[in-house]
């Protein structure tokens, strides 16, 4: 039988958890007034939660998780909570690029459909979180003028990871993108923060990043991390 810390091991941050109705309803009686009311139509409506980092005060037993609502007076609000790994009934990864692509805001339509169909010239795959995964998933208007877009994505190798940072480089002059880098082990960093060390041009590459995975953050070098990978696609 697998243990706590096995079961919560297997979920990595952004990822996407269906929770059980007992969940729910403990959630529910754990919030305020106003986020009582939100925490139920949630639950009413079947929507999604979102894994997080984990809290430090977490029990082996909980896994963290998020919920958004849509901006209010040019605020982010947002829900951070836990519940018990046992009552997660359905997981997934992120969603895929191209499947939220027709609910991007019209202005970023063809750059993003140009820079998924480079992406998957070259054997790439970008998975989408934040503001645009939340329109997705819940049809609430959670994209603004100011919104960016937030892509994750898995190198298999240092060439891998060096043909993506090329693509989003040139396509961030068109798009207001963000989002992160993920290493085999689930270690994110930030892929602008990576590029910012890159023009460093430390041969060495002793550059330190920001290192994020369920248990915290932590500053590593991108040698250390470039380990990680595969050397050849």
Same mark, same amino acid.
């Given at each position: 039988?697998?243990?706590?810390?096995?079961?919560?091991?297997?979920?990595?941050?952004?990822?996407?958890?269906?929770?059980?109705?007992?969940?729910?309803?403990?959630?529910?009686?754990?919030?305020?007034?106003?986020?009582?009311?939100?925490?139920?139509?949630?639950?009413?409506?079947?929507?999604?939660?979102?894994?997080?980092?984990?809290?430090?005060?977490?029990?082996?037993?909980?896994?963290?998780?998020?919920?958004?609502?849509?901006?209010?007076?040019?605020?982010?609000?947002?829900?951070?909570?836990?519940?018990?790994?046992?009552?997660?009934?359905?997981? +997934?990864?992120?969603?895929? &690029?191209?499947?939220?692509?027709?609910? =991007?805001?019209?202005?970023? *339509?063809? @750059?993003?459909? /140009? #820079?998924?169909?480079?992406?998957?010239?070259?054997?790439?795959?970008?998975?989408?979180?934040?503001?645009?995964?939340?329109?997705?998933?819940?049809?609430?208007?959670?994209?603004?003028?100011?919104?960016?877009?937030?892509?994750?994505?898995?190198?298999?190798?240092?060439?891998?990871?060096?043909?993506?940072?090329?693509?989003?480089?040139?396509?961030?002059?068109?798009?207001?993108?963000?989002?992160?880098?993920?290493?085999?082990?689930?270690?994110?960093?930030?892929?602008?923060?990576?590029?910012?060390?890159?023009?460093?041009?430390?041969?060495? +590459?002793?550059?330190?990043? &920001?290192?994020?995975?369920?248990?915290? =953050?932590?500053?590593?070098? *991108?040698? @250390?991390?470039? /380990? #990680?990978?595969?050397?050849?696609?």
């Amino acid at each position: 039988m697998s243990t706590y810390v096995e079961q919560v091991e297997q979920f990595q941050r952004h990822d996407l958890v269906w929770l059980s109705h007992q969940a729910w309803e403990m959630l529910a009686m754990a919030q305020s007034p106003v986020w009582q009311h939100a925490v139920r139509d949630w639950q009413q409506q079947e929507w999604p939660a979102v894994v997080r980092r984990r809290d430090s005060d977490a029990a082996e037993s909980e896994l963290c998780i998020g919920l958004e609502l849509p901006p209010q007076d040019g605020q982010r609000r947002r829900l951070a909570t836990r519940v018990s790994v046992e009552h997660v009934i359905e997981h +997934q990864s992120g969603l895929a &690029l191209n499947t939220v692509l027709p609910l =991007a805001l019209p202005e970023w *339509q063809n @750059d993003l459909r /140009a #820079l998924q169909q480079d992406a998957a010239a070259h054997g790439l795959r970008f998975r989408v979180y934040g503001a645009l995964s939340w329109q997705f998933l819940t049809g609430q208007p959670h994209l603004q003028n100011v919104s960016q877009i937030d892509l994750l994505f898995r190198p298999a190798s240092q060439l891998q990871l060096q043909l993506t940072l090329q693509l989003l480089s040139c396509f961030q002059q068109r798009l207001p993108l963000d989002g992160e880098i993920l290493f085999p082990q689930g270690q994110a960093v930030s892929w602008r923060a990576w590029n910012l060390a890159d023009s460093a041009g430390d041969v060495q +590459q002793e550059q330190k990043v &920001l290192v994020k995975d369920q248990m915290g =953050a932590r500053l590593c070098s *991108q040698r @250390d991390m470039l /380990a #990680l990978l595969a050397q050849s696609a």
